[in-house]
């Protein structure tokens, strides 16, 4: 089965700045994920909130992020698309992941 994706709020917007070269592998990776394959390069980044995978691309010597969750059944979730800048995260970058993801868990609530 091939799960839907979902994006939330500018994150398809934010990867279609991406350079072409990246948005190409990030779309690749994310036909991976709908499968069921892990994608090449990710991690898990579970202080984010549980289920949530950091994907990372590397594109003209700049490393570019995908944040999803595909822990649920019905669709993969791609919460925030981004350049990084540094080692770490930036705070705003992750108050974004974390906002977005939590929206989608109480959106979620509201279905059920």
């Avoid at 939330?8 to 990776?29: C, V, W, Y």
């Avoid at 202080?47 to 990372?56: A, F, K, N």
């Avoid at 993801?101 to 959106?107: D, G, K, M, P, S």
């Amino acid at each position: 089965m091939i799960k839907n994706i979902a994006w939330s709020s500018t994150a398809l917007k934010d990867l279609k700045n991406f350079p072409s070269e990246a948005r190409i592998f990030a779309g690749n990776q994310l036909r991976r994920i709908q499968r069921g394959v892990d994608p090449i390069d990710f991690k898990s980044v579970n202080h984010w909130g549980i289920g949530v995978m950091e994907l990372r691309l590397v594109s003209n010597d700049k490393n570019f992020r995908v944040i999803y969750v595909a822990k649920f059944e019905e669709k993969i979730y791609v919460l925030h698309c981004f350049v990084k800048k540094s080692q770490a995260t930036s705070k705003q970058d992750v108050t974004i992941i974390k906002s977005r993801y939590n929206a989608i868990l109480q959106e979620r609530r509201i279905t059920k």
